[in-house]
């Protein structure tokens, strides 16, 4: 199924589906404009062209609605486990990639450490499909045949890389190179 049709508190028609997916850009815009302190569902909702209560339907708070805009773009990336590049290259390509959803946008990248860390019940099920996915993707960029512990050092690399640049002791965009040299380091280790 694919990340426009489903919610982490339903499944959707495709008319429910627009409204997430317009509740999700005008959280984007609404970041961009007004910053985390002041993004409330409230005003998405009226971005969006919906009725709050609509928006609630769908989000139970503002940290929901920022996990669930990060879940769906992590979702909605290539997969690179579908070429024939070495498997460093591959988990290089998977750390750029999802480090890069939130490169260009400070005000989004603030948002998701602040969501994913939140309490609410919803954030806490977009933060284990979150992990899931990141397994997955590195899972597969690695091929058949490698170690576990291989698998687990790379998610502890990028989880901890993310909280790194989200604490603002480094920007993301100098963590995209970081993660890169320590997955190559994990995996020549592994050998």
């Known amino acids: 199924?694919?990340?426009?049709?489903?919610?982490?508190?339903?499944?959707?028609?495709?008319?429910?589906?627009?409204?997430?997916?317009?509740?999700?850009?005008?959280?984007?815009?609404?970041?961009?404009?007004?910053?985390?302190?002041?993004?409330?569902?409230?005003?998405?909702?009226?971005?969006?062209?919906?009725?709050?209560?609509?928006?609630?339907?769908?989000?139970?708070?503002?940290?929901?609605?920022?996990?669930?805009?990060?879940?769906?773009?992590?979702?909605?990336?290539?997969?690179?486990?579908?070429d024939d590049r070495a498997p460093v290259d591959r988990v290089g390509a998977v750390l750029r990639d999802t480090v890069g959803l939130v490169v260009a946008e400070p005000e989004f990248a603030a948002a998701c450490t602040a969501a994913l860390l939140g309490t609410d019940p919803d954030v806490a099920h977009l933060r284990v499909r979150v992990g899931l996915e990141i397994r997955q993707r590195l899972e597969a960029a690695l091929g058949p045949g490698h170690r576990p512990a291989v698998l687990s050092a790379l998610e502890f690399a990028w989880a901890g890389a993310l909280m790194h640049a989200g604490s603002g002791v480094s920007s993301y965009a100098q963590i995209a190179d970081g993660l890169v040299a320590t997955a190559e380091m994990i995996l020549k280790g592994a050998e």
Do not use: C, I
């Open 1 to 82: 199924m694919t990340s426009s049709l489903e919610s982490t508190r339903r499944r959707l028609t495709k008319r429910q589906a627009d409204t997430v997916r317009r509740l999700a850009e005008a959280t984007l815009a609404e970041l961009r404009e007004t910053g985390y302190a002041d993004l409330t569902v409230r005003n998405v909702a009226a971005r969006a062209g919906v009725a709050p209560a609509t928006a609630y339907t769908y989000f139970s708070s503002k940290n929901h609605l920022v996990a669930e805009v990060f879940w769906r773009r992590l979702h909605d990336l290539p997969s690179a486990a579908d």
